[in-house]
């Protein structure tokens, strides 16, 4: 029976039980939380909203500075087609993000997601990593308000003293006062309520966005005025060549990061289905639009070789006789790091509140403010937590580590959009609260079907083999097209899974090969080959056969559909594996260890006590209708 399987499923004890733990997965959440009357966020966003919290997370103070160091070292005055290029590259986890968001409405983003299709083990790396990335995040860009800020007052020695750093005589230690008050700050503004935080995060975003506007238009006033002599420079357009400005599209891609933050809010939108996918992509066009209108302007102003790498807009103005320049272009950047501060130390609670909901870590950061609905809670946990790092430590040089959990999530929702596609899960975890109900409603259909057949004491399995025996009688070829059927949809699902198999190993293969310069070239190229084939097998196999009809009605129909399956994902995991490879092995050493700490609390904390440890799994129609029959909202 379906109750006795799905209990010795996952109610096992041991190692064969601990790797079932990491393959278990859940039911969409929001069901799951109307139907236990779990308290929810504040359903108070709308697409301009959501369009303020996805520009104002990704465009950050780094265009301010970006445009100069990839124009001189790598794109030359092709820099606007390196941004684009990087601009598609997103677009391809964005378009991932907005069905997976619009189907399953829920906080958590990466990790909701990846909990649903992939397993539990799979999404509590992604939560812990993204967990450290917002942290990290958070405290750099709060690091790097101070330095601008001094820039008003005559220097970085011209800051308050209460404001400017100052050194730890004994512990070696630079303290930033002037940052961690920053964080406190939205911190106490996250806990008035999403409405409020939202509203304050697209006033900022609005006053940064004017200010690259005055860059593109004053720039372009200059820029016809004295011919666009950037563009005039012997070396031609790709001083680099293509590799240069390909090398210079991998950087920029970093600076579309944040349209995910869009994603994690997805439980506080009100039309989620409509709002979240068009949420997504405004942000992401609007942030592509003004990162190629930007370049295009100052690389006409000033030859790319001449440009200054770390205040490249201000010197382009100061040389052109608009020294007053500087400060609105400072004031730009202040505005995009404290938008970028809202950005970073908002996902991170939610995400903490979907894990402490699941049961992998304590129901603490799981509360739910009556008055503003938002878990305060576990804002003031990460607020604190990064407060204290920014207060501390120089963060610089794990600024890299950030960058982790960003393409591990967009490579995992990725591989999620394929199994949602065609091998959607067929069985979903009935929580404790229903299983009485579930037995009560088997034992039902067993006395129903015993009294029609007038059959006395049998077991389930008998009784359904007299129902063949008596419709085979009534028609002898009824039952071999339902066989027939039953095994091909499971050579289907076989098929596919080793189909999406075949493709991460193959793209592991082939960016772990090119990557490696170090070695010989027979050993590079006969990994690229394998790779390649594995993948391209994959590949062919998931364009052949067809994708699972149960992909329509799983979690919420209506939204949003990821084009070009199965090429798009692929690409999308293809070119997130291969920035993850080259991100440097100090960079993942640091995360390593990090990871390390997440599975020792995964295995000692997590593991036992999530709430898929006594479950049993249930076809999903019959999930759905137990949902609704005891609950009885309508979806």
């Known amino acids: 029976m379906a109750l006795e399987a799905g209990s010795s499923g996952c109610g096992g004890r041991g190692w064969?039980?601990?790797?079932?733990?990491?393959?278990?997965?859940?039911?969409?959440d929001s069901d799951r939380i109307r139907a236990e009357g779990q308290p929810q966020l504040a359903k108070e966003l709308n697409v301009p909203e959501l369009v303020a919290i996805g520009v104002g997370s990704t465009v950050g103070a780094g265009v301010y500075v970006l445009v100069g160091i990839i124009a001189r070292e790598h794109a030359g005055p092709a820099l606007t087609i390196s941004f684009l290029i990087a601009g598609i590259a997103a677009t391809l986890s964005a378009f991932c993000y907005a069905e997976l968001a619009s189907r399953c409405p829920s906080a958590?983003?990466?990790?909701?997601?990846?909990?649903?299709?992939?397993?539990?083990?799979?999404?509590w790396l992604i939560g812990w990593a993204l967990v450290l990335e917002y942290t990290?995040?958070?405290?750099?860009?709060?690091?790097?308000?101070?330095?601008?800020?001094?820039?008003?007052?005559?220097?970085?020695d011209s800051l308050p003293w209460i404001l400017a750093r100052h050194q730890l005589p004994w512990f070696g230690i630079i303290i930033d006062p002037c940052a961690a008050a920053l964080v406190c700050v939205v911190t106490v503004l996250l806990c008035m309520g999403i409405k409020e935080s939202s509203f304050a995060q697209g006033v900022v975003t609005v006053l940064n966005a004017f200010v690259m506007i005055f860059v593109i238009v004053a720039g372009s006033?200059?820029?016809?005025?004295?011919?666009?002599?950037?563009?005039?420079?012997?070396?031609?357009?790709?001083?680099?060549?293509?590799n240069g400005m390909l090398a210079g599209s991998a950087t920029v891609f970093f600076a579309y990061i944040g349209f995910d933050t869009v994603a994690s809010t997805a439980e506080e939108v009100r039309n989620p289905q409509r709002d979240l996918p068009l949420g997504i992509g405004v942000a992401l066009a609007i942030c592509c639009a003004l990162y190629m209108a930007v370049s295009v302007v100052i690389v006409g102003l000033v030859p790319y070789f001449a440009m200054d790498p770390d205040t490249p807009i201000s010197s382009a103005f100061a040389k052109h006789g608009m020294q007053w320049a500087m400060y609105v272009v400072t004031t730009g950047a202040v505005l995009a790091l404290c938008s970028n501060l809202m950005g970073s130390l908002l996902?991170?609670?939610?995400?903490?509140?979907?894990?402490?909901?699941?049961?992998?870590?304590?129901?603490?950061?799981?509360?739910?403010?009556?008055?503003?609905?938002?878990?305060?809670?576990?804002?003031?946990?990460?607020?604190?937590?990064?407060?204290?790092?920014?207060?501390?430590?120089?963060?610089?040089?794990?600024?890299?580590?950030?960058?982790?959990?960003?393409?591990?999530?967009?490579?995992v929702v990725a591989v999620s959009i394929l199994i949602l596609r065609y091998v959607p899960p067929d069985e979903v975890p009935?929580?404790?609260?229903?299983?009485?109900?579930?037995?009560?409603?088997?034992?039902?259909?067993?006395?129903?079907?015993?009294?029609?057949?007038?059959?006395?004491?049998?077991?389930?399995?008998?009784?359904?083999?007299?129902?063949?025996?008596?419709?085979?009688?009534?028609?002898?070829?009824?039952?071999?097209?339902?066989?027939?059927?039953?095994?091909?949809?499971?050579k289907r699902r076989k098929i596919a899974s080793l189909s999406i198999g075949s493709v991460c190993i193959g793209v592991l293969i082939l960016t772990s090969s090119a990557s490696a310069t170090w070695l010989p070239f027979l050993p590079i190229c006969i990994g690229c080959i394998i790779g390649v084939v594995l993948l391209l097998a994959g590949l062919s196999l998931l364009s052949w056969i067809d994708q699972d009809a149960g992909r329509h009605s799983f979690g919420h129909s209506g939204g949003f559909t990821c084009p070009f399956v199965p090429v798009l994902p692929v690409l999308c995991i293809l070119i997130n594996t291969y920035l993850l490879i080259n991100l440097g092995g100090d960079t993942w050493m640091r995360v390593g260890i990090w990871l390390l700490m997440g599975v020792l609390l995964y295995i000692f904390y997590g593991r036992t006590h999530s709430s898929l440890t006594d479950v049993v799994y249930v076809p999903v129609a019959q999930a759905d209708e137990m949902y609704r029959s005891s609950s009885g909202y309508v979806s």
């Open 16 to 28: 064969g039980g601990g790797f079932r733990s990491l393959m278990r997965r859940k039911q969409v």
């Open 108 to 123: 958590g983003s990466a990790y909701h997601y990846s909990y649903i299709c992939v397993g539990e083990g799979v999404a």
């Open 136 to 156: 990290i995040g958070g405290s750099a860009v709060a690091r790097g308000i101070s330095p601008n800020l001094a820039l008003f007052f005559g220097g970085q």
């Open 221 to 242: 006033y200059i820029g016809f005025q004295i011919g666009w002599v950037g563009y005039k420079d012997s070396d031609g357009y790709f001083p680099y060549g293509v």
């Open 347 to 411: 996902p991170q609670p939610r995400i903490l509140m979907a894990m402490a909901r699941d049961g992998l870590l304590p129901s603490f950061f799981s509360d739910v403010n009556k008055q503003t609905q938002v878990p305060v809670k576990s804002t003031i946990v990460t607020g604190i937590c990064a407060a204290a790092l920014a207060f501390t430590m120089d963060v610089s040089q794990l600024a890299g580590m950030v960058s982790v959990g960003t393409l591990l999530a967009f490579t």
């Open 430 to 490: 009935l929580p404790p609260s229903l299983q009485e109900s579930f037995r009560l409603n088997q034992e039902c259909d067993e006395e129903r079907d015993r009294a029609l057949l007038g059959v006395g004491n049998c077991t389930l399995s008998q009784t359904k083999d007299v129902i063949v025996v008596v419709e085979s009688v009534k028609d002898p070829l009824i039952d071999i097209p339902l066989h027939k059927g039953k095994m091909d949809e499971t």
